[in-house]
Structures are given as structure tokens and as C-alpha cells.
């Protein structure tokens, strides 16, 4: 069986998940990492076209993209140019019997679902759905090379949200520290950068942070915003609306930090703090960096 | 310029969703529906543009079951101008790149500059319509959109291209379209509207169009993706509450856990 992975590069090299998914291609497979290149920002059209070229030709059994923004804009264009199966944001994947069995999220979290996907497909795979074994071998990337006569639109600008720092992207962290009302306002988040700076974190917020402008939308976690599933996700002065939990629950590890003992956040908190969130946060920093240094 | 707004009715996002006793489908009797959020969000900046550009027309659709006609009232009680319904056998159950081909066929009957949709139904979370759309109509796509405008003053109402704001990590690509194209909405700025009252009374007595999916003559056929199953995700819950005592106690405990048994720092 044939399975192609598409890497995404960032500015220090492949991205995690295009290493996770590389290897899980090997694992099922004759494998092929494949990048697109020659395109100084990615573009759905110029980048599809060869692929799908490549695609008929090469005629592999399966195609795995990473769950990123790009990841899925490109996947679900590229299985419709092709006309095959597509199934966005795995969690799992086995193959057999000329078919592809997929766990994946659905109705924004609050259902897991088990799908058959008829071969050829491309798969979305979620960033973490397979871990990357440490001293794993880079994958060797074949390139092809984007079709700028492709395109139907112009770039015009990048424009960098305010608030943002050049952090690791939420989708794929490996710890998220979210903030929630709790805070109090947009003044306190300079504490919630502090944390997440030392654990190497990704910053996350509620709607309603966002919604209040306190946070850029982006950082929005729950339905109409991120899913993420890190190895810990840390909470602090979040309710947990049905909407927040959906975007979150599938972390390994939760840490609920709220003043209120009913909150919903601790029906799904691994660890919860009842307590003053002011009083915490400077001692639980304090104590993380204390449990850096000395590891 | 003509917007078609193409939304999905799902299950209200505030509502809890449980398993049939089937178990792989979800138990109907106990859903309130509603407009997809992202959908919702793509009805916002259609009518967001219509405020600014009274000769723009907004058009909304559905397909599926017949009981998408309160998800496209409620569209046209917030403000778009006409509402298409494409139903009939067959329509609950067509498959996400078929779906595409219908909506391409009701795009050309509408003869529509500009398509919006939300990135991805809140029901399934797949995100392909929108963009398969795009593909079937030969258009490009913009995707996780936040924002669009006219990109240059033209005669009234003629549609001289359009600059779109698309989400991504860090900021914002602005793009420009100079045709047609299809964007899909990851969030408007506003929260959506509520339909005001004379909204909805003049939204009561609209005409709602129903096409026969059947007549639209698409080729139905579609590489399949078929629930085998579903179920709640794994239960979670009995954690460890620290409470009553000093933070600064707690907080070194907590360390001490997420070191020594949870393994996560």
C-alpha cells in the first residue's frame, strides 16, 4: 500500500505533525514525504494542481496532510480535485480491507465517531494523534514544485494581530495555558504569558475573552474556535461552557484553576484548584520554574 | 454584487448531543436545531456588506431535510432577501462532495458573484463543502475568513473585486479576489444579528422556493465516508480537588503531581 505524507515546513524545519504523520505513513506502508515548494506563502490552487497531477500518476492508496489551517484547506481541495474520499482530523487511522478506519471527533467534540473511508482518501490527521518516537529518522522529502500559473488570487499583506507573539501555534502545542473571565481583564495576562513562557506553552482563552477583545479571536478554544488536545491543558478561570470542554476534553491532562467549587470546568479537570486564581498563579509559576531549573 | 449564503441546520450548539440507541447516529428527539455557528457567522458578514451596500443582494440555502426551512426563515428574518430550500429523497443523506455539485448547480441557477459558507458544520466537523464548492464551480477559495470588503471603488453596485481577511497563526493574510469566489467564514467581528421584529413578520410572509435535489441532475455518486459508529467521548472526571488550603502550599503540591504522577512536566 502506498501513503503519502505532505509536509509543512516552518521556519525551523518540517512541523511536528508532518514528522508525526511521516512515520505513520512508514508505518502503514510504501511511504512518501511530499513537499510543496516554490510558493512563498501557501496558496490552495498553485499547490493543488501538481499534486493532483502527481496523485494520478503515482496513484497512491492514501493521503495524509496534518490537521493545520493549511493542512486542511489543502487536503479538502485536493481530495476534490481528485474526486476521492476525504475525512479531516484524525485521531486515528488503521487501514485494511481496501478501506480506511478513522476515529474522529465530531459535533464540535461532543461525539467520538468510528468512520470508513473508501481508498483512495486523503486524510486530515490531528497534531499528537501519533506520537513521534524520540531519535525517529527525518523523513527524505521529495519536493514538487507549485504552479504559479494556477493562481486566481493576489496576496496583498500579512497583518500580525496585536496580541500575538510569535508563540507556538495552539493547534499543535504541547501545553496550553488558557485564561478565562477569571482574570479580570486584558491587564492580567501578562502573568498568563509569564506561566506559559516557562512550560513552553501555548496561550488559549474562552469566548468570552475573546468576545470582550480582551484576547485575539485566534486564541479561541472551544467550538467556533480551536480544538486542541495537548498533554496538558491548564485552565485558569474558566467556567467550562459545553462549548469550551468540546475544544478541550481530549487533552491528556487537565488542570482546572477556579474560585468556584460548581464550575464545570472540574466535571473534566484532572487536577482542580478551588481558589483565589490571584493568590495562585504567581505561587504555581514560582513553583514550575523552581521544578525547571532543577530538572 | 449577489452573496449566496450556503448554511447547514445542526444541533444548537448549546444543547447537549447524545448517541442513538443505534449507536452510530445521534438521538434526534432530543435536538433543538439551528443555523450552524460558522454558518451563522457567514450570514453576518453577507448582510454586514448589504448594510454598506444597499444594492447588494443576499441570498441564503439549505440542503437536507425539509425542516431546513426555520434555519433559512431565521436566515431572512436577520435580513437576506431570498431564501432556496433544496430537499427531497435522498437529500439528508448525500455525502459532502455531492452536496458540493448540488449547491455549484443552485450557485450558477443564482447566478451569484460571491459565495460565503462557514469553514466546517457543526455537526459533522469536516470543512469540505465549502471548499469541494469552490472546485466544482472552478473558482478559487479563501478559507478561515474573518472580514471582507470591496477591494476598489467601482461604478455602484458592479463588483470589482473584493480583498479578504484570512485567519492565520499570528495575523492576517489579506487576499484579493478579482472574480468570483467561495470564502468560508471562521468568525464575523459583530456577533450575528438577532432578527428584529419586522424581520421576522416580513421573513413569515417570503416565499421559500423548494428544489427537487433529485432535478438538479448531479451525479449523486460519491467516494463514501460511513459512520460504522459513535459514542460520548471517554468520561472524564474524578480528579483530584485541592481546596481550603494555603496557595502557596497547593501550588507546590500540584507541581509535585503533574511531576510525579500525571508525568506532564
Redesign the interface.
Known amino acids: 500500500m502506498k501513503v503519502w505524507a505532505i509536509v509543512e515546513r516552518s521556519a525551523s524545519g518540517p512541523r511536528r505533525v508532518s514528522l508525526e504523520i511521516a512515520a505513520k505513513a512508514k508505518e502503514l506502508g510504501d511511504a512518501t514525504a511530499i513537499e510543496v515548494t516554490g510558493l512563498e506563502r501557501y496558496s490552495s490552487l498553485p499547490a493543488v494542481g501538481p499534486l493532483a497531477t502527481k496523485a494520478k500518476a503515482d496513484a497512491p492508496d492514501l493521503i495524509l496532510v496534518g490537521a493545520t489551517p493549511t493542512g486542511r484547506d489543502l487536503g479538502a481541495r485536493l481530495a476534490a480535485r481528485l474526486g476521492w474520499a476525504y475525512a479531516s482530523e484524525a485521531t486515528d487511522l488503521a487501514v485494511e480491507d481496501g478501506a480506511a478506519t478513522i476515529t474522529r471527533t465530531m459535533y464540535a467534540g461532543k461525539v467520538r465517531a468510528t468512520v470508513r473511508a473508501t481508498l483512495p482518501a486523503v486524510v486530515s490527521v490531528r497534531p499528537g494523534a501519533f506520537t513521534l518516537k524520540s531519535g525517529a529518522a527525518e523523513p527524505v522529502v521529495e519536493s514538487v514544485t507549485a504552479d504559479a500559473s494556477a493562481e486566481k488570487l493576489a496576496f496583498q499583506r500579512f497583518e500580525p494581530s496585536a496580541a500575538a507573539s510569535g508563540r507556538i501555534p495552539l493547534a499543535e502545542a504541547r501545553v496550553v495555558v488558557s485564561g478565562g473571565r477569571g482574570l479580570r481583564g486584558p491587564e492580567n495576562w501578562k502573568q498568563v504569558e509569564e506561566l506559559a513562557g516557562i512550560l513552553g506553552a501555548a496561550l488559549g482563552a474562552s469566548r468570552a475573552v475573546t468576545d470582550a477583545g480582551w484576547r485575539p479571536n485566534e486564541e479561541q478554544v472551544g467550538q467556533t474556535g480551536r480544538t486542541v488536545t495537548p498533554d496538558l491543558y491548564i485552565a485558569l478561570g474558566i467556567s467550562g461552557a459545553i462549548q469550551h470542554l468540546a475544544g478541550m476534553t481530549s487533552s491528556k491532562v487537565i488542570v482546572a484553576v477556579n474560585k468556584d467549587p460548581e464550575a464545570d470546568i472540574f466535571k473534566v479537570a484532572d487536577y482542580g484548584v478551588v481558589g483565589d486564581l490571584f493568590e495562585f498563579l504567581p505561587a504555581f509559576t514560582e513553583e514550575v520554574k523552581k521544578a525547571k531549573a532543577a530538572a | 454584487m449577489k452573496i449566496l449564503v450556503c448554511v447547514k441546520q445542526t444541533?444548537d450548539?448549546?444543547v447537549?448531543?447524545k448517541?442513538a440507541a443505534d449507536g452510530r447516529s445521534?438521538d434526534a428527539s432530543q435536538i433543538t436545531w439551528a443555523i450552524s455557528?460558522?454558518d451563522e457567522?457567514a450570514v453576518e458578514l453577507a448582510l454586514e456588506r448589504k448594510d454598506a451596500d444597499p444594492s447588494t443582494t443576499v441570498a441564503v440555502v439549505t440542503l437536507g431535510a425539509a425542516r431546513g426551512r426555520d434555519a433559512l426563515r431565521q436566515a431572512l428574518a436577520m435580513g437576506c432577501d431570498e431564501a432556496i430550500l433544496v430537499s427531497g429523497q435522498g437529500a439528508e443523506t448525500l455525502q459532502?462532495?455531492a452536496v458540493?455539485r448540488a449547491l455549484a448547480k443552485v450557485v450558477e441557477e443564482a447566478k451569484a458573484d460571491l459565495v460565503l459558507c462557514g469553514r466546517?458544520a457543526?455537526?459533522?466537523?469536516?470543512?469540505?463543502v465549502g471548499?469541494?464548492l469552490?472546485?466544482?464551480l472552478g473558482?478559487?477559495?479563501?478559507?478561515?475568513i474573518?472580514k471582507f470588503a470591496p477591494a476598489d471603488a467601482g461604478p455602484a453596485g458592479s463588483f470589482n473585486g473584493i480583498?479578504v481577511?484570512k485567519?492565520?497563526?499570528?495575523?492576517?493574510?489579506?487576499?484579493?479576489?478579482?472574480?468570483p469566489?467561495v470564502l468560508t467564514v471562521?468568525?464575523s467581528e459583530k456577533?450575528p444579528r438577532y432578527p428584529s421584529l419586522p424581520g421576522i413578520m416580513k421573513a413569515k410572509k417570503k416565499e421559500i422556493p423548494e428544489k427537487d435535489v433529485a432535478a438538479l441532475g448531479i451525479d449523486a455518486r460519491a467516494?463514501?465516508?460511513?459512520?460504522?459508529?459513535?459514542?460520548?467521548?471517554?468520561a472524564?472526571?474524578g480528579?483530584?480537588?485541592?481546596?481550603?488550603?494555603d496557595?502557596?502550599q497547593?501550588?507546590?503540591e500540584?507541581?509535585r503531581?503533574?511531576?510525579e504522577e500525571?508525568k506532564?512536566?
Open positions: 444541533p450548539s448549546t447537549r448531543v448517541v445521534v455557528p460558522y457567522y459532502g462532495s458540493a466546517q457543526s455537526d459533522d466537523d469536516q470543512g469540505l471548499l469541494a469552490a472546485e466544482a473558482w478559487p477559495h479563501v478559507s478561515t474573518t480583498d481577511w485567519e492565520v497563526e499570528g495575523g492576517h493574510e489579506v487576499w484579493r479576489a478579482s472574480g469566489a471562521q468568525k456577533d467516494p463514501s465516508l460511513e459512520i460504522v459508529k459513535m459514542e460520548p467521548p471517554p472524564r472526571g480528579g483530584k480537588i485541592l481546596k481550603d488550603g496557595m502557596k497547593t501550588a507546590a500540584l507541581v503531581l503533574l511531576r500525571a506532564v512536566l
